[in-house]
């Protein structure tokens, strides 16, 4: 298995493309410079190498498995790997300094998760779990709250959880039945079940700490009623002991992917004595969760990538190793075998892959810079980056794992039948991915989200500052001659969507909003396309200035690679914009209204 | 798990689409009747559900496992599927009678095995690869080679397999190696070693009868020089005993799907007496081998649209069962959760699983029907038989595989988180099917196989023909005014595969064949749409005419589904055939000169 490393193209998108220094001239990162962070990174680099890398075949043949009794059995290395991790500060070092971290912009730390997740995705989603709890407590809990949990579970003693949905809601959070009953002081007793919950219980950390939406006594229905509980299963005493908090693992799911990380079936207040400790202010809690799910949904998006990087990477190796067959033009059976890097078809599969993950990965690092800024700038910057985070976070969500899960396929592609064995990683990275599409919210939800919430937000102005943004990159482009025919196909892409939203616009003003939303998937394929195409041309045009002056880091090979690359995505993967579009602005309605005559099991 | 049923679907492609009735009127089928042939097809389904379905899930929890000595450890319920499989004509039964099968149709044949492939593909498999090899036997082997194998190959005793792939050579069998040195009458002298070998070794069967594809000492290089034996595990000496032939199972593939349908390692001639016997003519080995390879590629083409039909009805089933949120519409939190079926993403997954498994299985049997006829029919008949059921093959197992991927991902999606869960068969549906891609030639190698031979085979003939069905289907359509917009677009792809021809072969006519066949797979992809297109149109036009007239065999609302769907593919599969084209069409030439600097590993 090779050991996937991205630096070169991660060196690119921080320092040239993205401008990871313009943030050390923010309060929050001037005690920061390229130089730390990139020595943070190649740290991060060395312990996926040691702690990650080396256990994520064997972690996946013993999986996770409940024991029958409340507990995990998860890999012995599970615990050191989150020790080390916890140590070397990948839970913590996000966070500002007064909560224990080391004030580390998201562009680094998730260029750090990005190799966690290549190197081993089952492992690292401990630590980020972890890292998205500890993270919600210091935005909206106390500081006695904080003090009592937060140094624990970034010492990585204690696991962090989200504990969301529950069996008879699952997505749907407005149903959500756990309830919580004051005792006093900001504790409640709560009792319920909640399913799905990854990293609930193993053998890797001492206590748990699940960060719970549940329904206080009388609360108004639906998403207006729900509070946010931090729910430990040892509760923290004053002196320091833990006592049995009622809750209890009463089972795990087996998956087809991510065995190592565990899912489990927590049930809270069994025998009656289950305590929970408000976050914030009563009926306030989706709105805090969603700091976290913001927050996991970049890290899903991007993390997907990441595992298609390395499987990617995986397969390039391969097909420069593995000699099979001859070029058509090659008649001669006695010439020797070619290695199946020269196939054409071989190529594409390959350039696809790269094409997918680093114009995707782009638009996660452009995720993390707007988040960078929308927590540390001040001002109309600041706000312009919290609009763009919002546009862009359902699109790198969706789109990330949805090609992550296509490119995967075609690393398995690329070495034939081996790529189905057990022998090789590519077929476990698919397995792995496949739950990227599902993790916070489908892709479903995440495009409803798109069409239904950010497209429309504040008016519409997250919707026109992205495409401004483009716009501008398009003119940068524009500027070179050879970029001007991509420049021109972006600004083709840009008025589509706003054609497509003029077209789907009708039904809202029509007050028909289920029609509406009844496409908002193929809106966000079609929008997430020319979203990629931005950032690729982004790429393309620096890459293109660096060419031309002579300038950059990374030597004139790579920036060959970047504009090619680049051409490559514009003349293969671009095209099925038009083909959504089609779809989109078609007349004839043929989901709606509602036909389950025509549904119906045969 | 529900225990889906195409029935509905099969009858109507059978008897209303594809003209069943007609092959009764041949020589070959005159001793059958439509009601014979359904009360096949329903026993078939009886022993489905017997024998298959209650197994699929145990058996992929009990891989087949080698045992570390020449033995593979399979399910212990495989020997009796295997055996009453036989035993009700399910390897034999499209033979000829005096091979001792019952002549019937390879339209009704399939039908049977897609029920099979939609409750248990792993276990399917092993009756499918004897039919094959006792099919090639039939062909090309003498009666005395008919005589020794093929009755134990039919009852089930002994199991057939296609003994093709060298660790060295892969897909490329030109580069073969494995040796036979001639000993007379005959028989040779075999050594060399076998991989991916289905069926190799197993529990369920007595012997193994290995087609086997190997080179005559001093033979031609190339394919010119292979040649075709029957190597059996154990020699049946004419006194009915068996002797140890000295071919070695040597190991097994664990696989990430179909793992209780084994993949081995085989040695042959290890102890140097193993003995083959040859099958026809010295060195004409791999031409005979493509009539089992071709029937292969039908039968994995058609199976896996069979396992995505299985997935697609059981997400069906559950998202019929499972509330869960509201629509958009719908603002208060305290009615009740709607069935996730009238969610119009989930309903718009649901019609692109139908859309995909019921257009390529109507293209499944269209090749099953080319299939009867150019066996069973003559003159004009047959040979324009033949042409179609050459040009439509890899278009058939590329789409039906690719498609049946995607297919399995939307049944996953539909399940939500539980997709992922060992707790339904989505994910086991998804994970067999990867193979699909790669097995028989993978999907590079049937467009190569598509645009390289099959669209210039005998000057175009077959391209001809093909567009030539098409335009008639259209034809017929546009006699009906509802219809007539879906005939038109059908005809703009006729049209376009025309034009990217033309395009395309400006290369091939200056002798770059590499640049002419480098994006063989996306013009796989584009005609492959047109074909389903037509398929759905061919379809969508009996239905219609049975609406019209108050006909056929099926209720109103299966042919107002039927419409639906095929309206649903043109509006939202279909507009895809255009972006390919223009990727096509595209004069940048991306993939080539060679550039492997390009795509080094990193």
Redesign the interface.
Known sequence: M?NY?????TRFLLNEVHGLSDLFALPRFQHLTTEQCWMMVEAAKQWADRDLAPFFQAMDATPATYNGNGGVKTHPHLRTCIKNGADQGWIGAAAREEHGGMQLPMMIFNAAHALFNSANNSAVGYLELTAGAAALINSFGTRAQHEKFVPKMYAGEWQGTMAL?EP?????L??ITTAAHPIGNGFYHIRGQKI?ISGGQHEGCDNFVHLTLARIEGAP???KGISLFIIPKFWPEDDGTLTYNDVFCAGD?????QRAYV?THLVFGDKGHCRGWLVGEPNKGLAYMFQMMNEARISVGMGALAVAMAAY?NA??Y??E????????EKD??KP?TLI???????????TQRAIVEGGLSLAMECNRQFDLSHAASGAAQQEAWLLLEILTPILKAYGSEQA?RSA?LA??TY??Y?????FPA??Y??DL??S???EG???IQ??DLL?RKVVMEKGKALHLLLQRMRETSAAAGRYQPLQAYATQLETEITRIGSVLTHLSQHAAAG???RY??????FMEMTSLAVIAWQWLKQGCVAFEHLQKGTGEQPA?FY??IV?TM??FY??EL??A???A??LL?E?Y???P?????????
């Open positions: 090779k490393t991205h630096t070169a193209h949905t008879q809601a699952g997505s749907s407005t149903d799905f229905a639906g998403v799911f087996q998956k087809m992917g899912t990477q390039l190796q097909a420069h593995r000699p099979q067959g001859r070029l058509a033009s059976p006695l075998p890097i020269h196939h054409p078809d071989v190529k594409r599969m390959l350039v899960n396929a398995i592609q034939g039948g790529g189905f064995t057990m022998d077929q476990q698919y397995r496949k739950i599409t599902l993790y489908t892709t479903g495009s409803l239904g028909d909003i289920d939303l009844a496409d908002a998937t193929v090979a060959e690679e090619h051409k490559f003349r293969y095209p099925h038009a083909a959504h089609a779809t078609n004839e043929l989901t709606n509602v036909q389950t005559e025509y549904l119906r099991v045969s």
